[in-house]
């Protein structure tokens, strides 16, 4: 390829594939609290209302159950809605319709009604936004059949995702960490699609899978470079896709490595990280030759000062430390 | 107060060392719980205690090495008003030495002989944390990880310790020329291995058992002739007739020939015979001929005298130690007329032969006297049925008695 990679912020792949989709599909329409005038909370679809309009990028009321309730049946009539949330503790007002229309309809309906939206919103804590707009739910998401959760990580599932999220019948949820909206990288010229059924392994390990996504991936690769200057091959897989998991990808590296530690933002109780340490219980109980550990957040509402919201989180250092205690114990 | 003394788990211990105590000051036990793992020259013992009551104190720390009769630990009978918090027991150094003459060490009917504690107690506080890969690893070597030293976390055996544990002799691919004088298998090991192989096949494998009379008269008379014509190191032992026999057997049977893995019998494709060979200085092993039904009479001969010799001299290849699909245990001569055989796992039968016996035999209406060998057979029931094992039986009794064509 002689194109040279592109350098972008995560912001800016989540804004571009907005407009790629725009682009592509007349049927394709923005809609969300303040996402035209204002640019988004996140700023986010920053001046899409001037390229594509306010008919394809719509203000709507503070209204979460209403809005996202049109979008739904916006698929259904044949859209295909791209609908924002401003941050997942607000799409609690709409769980009503996630759950019991979105991703039930379908099923109900015998297969008649297909509901192709994508609802995007932002996740996770780090930026002293307080309680109330700071918590992880992708994973009670996650538990919900009937609908895909998808957790981009890298500046390349940000760009592409949403197209292939957009060819899919099923409503599908995007979780965009707000840490990483400001994250930079580069993107391969090579690649111009990724799948959303896959984890990936982002860095290759033999000696402790790392098993996460969203922000602690960045976290995970940062304490796998560390753990490499203790002589400790740690394997970092991203998930990507919240539900369905990608129980292949995940055992194959765990059966590798026989040592496995998920980072999951998210409260430990009832988590994504629960399911996965429960399946890898169930299936490779006899390939572990360590316990599963999981590094999640603190229990407690995400306090709003600085080091006590840092300290809710998950940390590299953490990760740095359990992996040496389960590879190197002392 | 009592004391609980180092047992005397044999006529032949003088010592043991605490290799792990399973109780603590202050724990309850009851009669029939083992509260101490004791290492002697026959491998690790689990010892019970058959008194009721509290632990107080325990005298002997771990890894120490202690006279049979030297108290191990005090404990307060069960009825008996429990003594005032003792301080610290300063008496951990000298317990091992001076016990014998101070104490009376109890006689050694002390240990009555109880019925068997009730219920079997779980062997559960016996297991050190030894993880489910390093377990399964362990198993499948033999070995039994919850003696290892593990390295793991929270001091856990993990797979790395269960593979660096793994037992001498079975690691080492040809080696050079044997410059350096090899000692044959440690006893000790030995004895390990055996008991947990054999704990393992008669906790895990439903044995059944058949037996068959063969008229050992024809193969005998053949080997004579056959031996007669040849220098004695060209002549062949009774040995091969029951390998080929049971190869051939094996080819019209194959239901016996392979391993029980993963809840399923999977039959092999190749006759691998264990033979089994008893040890001068004990022990029994059992190392694998490859292609048994593939090989002529001379090359079977060759092949046996080779492995034999290298058993005795410790010389055996790992793949040799473990690629035999079915074992065949020969008494020989002057040993016992028959043997109920215990299945090597994760094979699934195991043929025996017993000493040949001249005995009353009806041939035609007419007792006469004949050369006469027991065959028997253990075999899985999980793998196999009596109907087959009879099959294989008689099947091979026929190929007994058919010797080859010269």
């Known amino acids: 390829m002689s194109e040279s990679p592109t350098r972008m912020t995560y912001r800016e792949a989540c804004r571009q594939a907005i407009r790629d989709a725009l682009q592509a599909d007349p049927r394709c329409f923005v809609m969300g609290e303040d996402v035209g005038l204002y640019g988004g909370c996140y700023a986010v679809t920053k001046g899409l209302i001037d390229e594509f309009g306010s008919e394809r990028i719509r203000d709507t009321p503070l209204a979460e159950s209403a809005f996202v309730g049109a979008g739904i049946g916006a698929a259904m009539a044949g859209m295909r809605p791209i609908v924002e949330i401003m941050t997942c503790n607000f799409s609690l007002l709409a769980l009503d319709q996630i759950m019991n229309n979105a991703a039930t309809i379908p099923h109900m309906s015998g297969g008649q009604f297909a509901v192709p939206l994508v609802i995007r919103m932002a996740t996770g804590a780090g930026r002293q936004l307080a309680a109330q707009h700071s918590h992880s739910l992708e994973g009670w998401y996650a538990h919900i059949p009937g609908i895909k959760v998808l957790a981009p990580g890298t500046i390349e599932d940000a760009r592409f995702m949403l197209k292939t999220a957009l060819a899919d019948p099923n409503p599908v949820l995007i979780f965009e960490h707000i840490v990483l909206y400001n994250a930079e990288g580069d993107l391969d010229p090579g690649v111009s699609e990724v799948d959303i059924a896959r984890a990936k392994i982002r860095r290759p390990g033999r000696d402790v899978s790392l098993i996460t996504y969203g922000n602690s991936l960045p976290k995970a690769l940062d304490a796998a470079a560390e753990l490499a200057g203790h002589g400790i091959e740690a394997e970092v897989v991203d998930l990507r896709v919240l539900r369905p998991l990608d129980d292949a990808t995940i055992f194959e590296s765990v059966k590798r490595t026989r040592r496995c530690i998920i980072i999951d933002e998210g409260w430990r109780s009832g988590s994504i990280s629960a399911e996965i340490a429960a399946r890898l219980a169930d299936t490779l109980f006899f390939e572990l030759d360590a316990p599963v550990r999981r590094i999640c957040s603190r229990e407690v509402p995400v306090p709003y000062a600085a080091h006590l919201e840092e300290a809710s989180l998950p940390r590299m250092a953490d990760i740095v430390d359990e992996a040496k205690a389960l590879v190197r114990p002392q | ?406």
């Open chain 2, 1 to 406: 107060m009592s004391d609980f003394t180092m047992p005397s788990l044999g006529a032949d211990m003088e010592s043991g060392t605490v290799v792990e105590w399973l109780v603590k000051p202050g724990s309850q036990v009851h009669k029939g719980d083992v509260i101490a793992v004791v290492e002697t020259h026959k491998g690790a013992i689990e010892v019970e205690i058959f008194d009721e009551g509290v632990i107080e104190e325990l005298l002997v720390e771990e890894g120490q090495e202690v006279p049979v009769g030297a108290v191990l630990a005090r404990l307060t009978k069960a009825g008996e008003k429990r003594e005032a918090d003792t301080p610290e027991a300063p008496a951990v150094e000298e317990a091992g030495r001076e016990p014998e003459a101070e104490r009376e060490p109890e006689p050694e009917p002390e240990r009555k002989p109880e019925p068997l504690p009730e219920p079997l107690r779980p062997a559960l506080a016996a297991r050190s944390n030894v993880s489910p890969a390093a377990r399964r690893r362990a198993a499948e070597r033999g070995i039994d990880p919850d003696r290892l030293h593990g390295t793991g976390i929270d001091g856990s055996v993990t797979l790395a310790d269960v593979e660096a544990a793994s037992p001498a002799a079975t690691r080492e691919e040809p080696r050079p020329a044997p410059a350096k004088v090899r000692r044959g298998f440690d006893p000790v090991q030995m004895r390990k291995g055996i008991a947990s192989a054999m704990s393992r096949s008669k906790r895990e494998i439903p044995h059944y058992y058949l037996t068959t009379t063969i008229d050992m008269s024809a193969a005998q008379a053949w080997l004579r002739d056959y031996n007669a014509a040849r220098d004695p190191d060209e002549r062949l032992l009774p040995a091969i007739l029951t390998l080929r026999a049971a190869a051939l057997a094996l080819k019209e049977v194959p239901q016996l020939n392979g391993f029980w893995q993963d809840d399923a019998f999977a039959p092999s494709e190749a006759i691998h015979v264990g033979w089994a060979i008893s040890l001068r200085g004990g022990g029994l092993i059992a190392p694998a001929i490859r292609d048994v039904d593939k090989l002529s009479i001379a090359d079977l001969m060759r092949a046996l005298k080779d492995v034999v010799a290298r058993a005795r001299s410790g010389g055996l290849r790992s793949s040799e130690m473990t690629d035999a699909t079915f074992t065949i245990t020969s008494l020989g001569e002057r040993s016992a007329e028959s043997v109920g055989g215990i299945i090597y796992p994760p094979q699934v039968a195991i043929l025996g032969l017993g000493s040949i016996v001249e005995r009353p035999w009806v041939i035609d209406g007419a007792v006469v006297p004949r050369p006469l060998a027991t065959a028997s057979l253990a075999a899985d029931h999980r793998a196999s049925d009596g109907h087959v094992g009879g099959q294989f039986l008689s099947t091979f009794a026929r190929l007994m008695q058919e010797p080859p064509k010269p």
